[in-house]
């Protein structure tokens, strides 16, 4: 993974009562854009957002304590013990990635190869033993019905609720299905969705659940004013969407006095990632009816369905021409790089996070590259000695004894130095781990590899970045160039 370091000067606007940017070069880690494909603003024409955790940066400790709350009350109702509301649910326990393994009742993170690296059953931690006979044997299916993928910012509280729920009941040794529990989790998740304990509750108190930020209509206003034309494209349907672009961005400005100002074309109820294959057809709101939509997008309507090529050919655009801003690695960037050929931001908004860990540890990973360097040093003659000694075996003479002998210690000598460097190595990742996550280390990595997560987003992202008015410091005709390239025997 990359980065722009260098940028080029701003454009300057006609902001009414807004500065120009300014901002010192290069920028802090956490206001840049990440680079992993070759992106060149100049040649996109229309830049399509999500909405919910892309342009709405949702509080995600409020979020998940009215999940888990909703979880625990519709549990309840289904026959679970009352006791589950008197037990801790620390929220920072998941993370993004991970895998639920419904049959064991264990929470898994995988590097890029899709081997299980860490692993907690309940809230306590699986030894690499236990990591070993249960998913080292036989290859893991991570898309079969056994497991669950945590993909979302949203999945996190049930994997919190699974997590303490397990591990409560085995702190009581009372029996639990952990199928059925987590099957019931996930249904109570949705159903919490669909009748409106979640977005009720936040669309009546926004300033709770959702964090305004100042920039994001300035970005917006910067990139229409480079003649980009920008639209809305989300699950989320019309009364909630409405209300939050109307929290987000009305009354920011003086030059937009509403947020439908900012939008060439509004579309809600996607069905992403289902937009990106299936033949839903696009409809408009007229009033509270809708009606099939015809020829080019009005600015004043909203629109709801669709799919990709009539969205396209609705906007007059081609797909190379699309720049798409989300945060669902599957829903938004998986199936629209895979489906289409829209560009692709992704926003990860714990890349903050993530940015400054690697920042307070980088004495750390020096020292580990060290090690692991030391340790291949090691191994390295570990296999010589052992090879000079077998050789040694087959020969005979007065000294041949000494040299065995010899050779013997060197070999436990080094065998030595090798469970030290181990032990350290072990030692430090843990450290290093710590700085960026308590309970699972980085998000997008895991050791020197890449996570799972890390992977997809590293292949199927364009660009990522922290938030959206991270574009504000760039221009909107910016070239993000990947530097990278080079195969490892390239290096
Ligand atoms: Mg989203």
Known sequence: MSYSVYLPAQLQLPLTGVAPSSRPLPLAHGQRIYVNRDLKLAQIHWIGFDMDYTLAIYRQHEMDRLSVESILRKLMARGYPPWLRDIEYPLDFPIRGVLIDKKLGNILKMNRFKVVRRGYHGLTELSTEELQHHYYTRKLRPHSDRYHWIDTLYGLSEACAYACIVDAYEKRQAKVDYTQLFTAIREC???AHRDGSILDAVAADLDRYVERDPALAVTLHKLRSAGKRLFVLTNSHKEYTESMLSYLLDGALPDYPSYQHYFDAIIVAARKPAFFQAEEPLLMYRGDDLVPAQGPLDRSAIYRGGNIAQLQEALGVSGNHVLYVGDHIYGDILRSKKDSTWRTAMII???????????????????????????????????????RFKALEKRHGADIKDRQSHTKKVIQSIR??????????????????DRFHAYWGSLLKQESELSLFGYQV????????????????YSPNQYFRSPRGLMHHEL
């Open 349 to 387: 908004q714990e890349l903050h996070r993530e940015v400054e860990a690697h920042g307070r540890c980088r004495d750390m990973l020096e020292s580990w590259d060290e090690l692991y360097e030391r340790r291949a040093e090691l191994e390295d003659q570990l296999r010589q000695n052992q090879s």
């Open 458 to 473: 590293d292949r199927y992202a364009c660009v990522y970045t922290a938030r959206v008015s991270n574009l504000l410091a």
């Open 189 to 191: 998740i949705d159903e």
């Open 416 to 433: 030595k130095q090798l469970r030290a460097v181990n032990r350290e190595a072990t030692a430090l990742r843990r450290r290093i781990d």
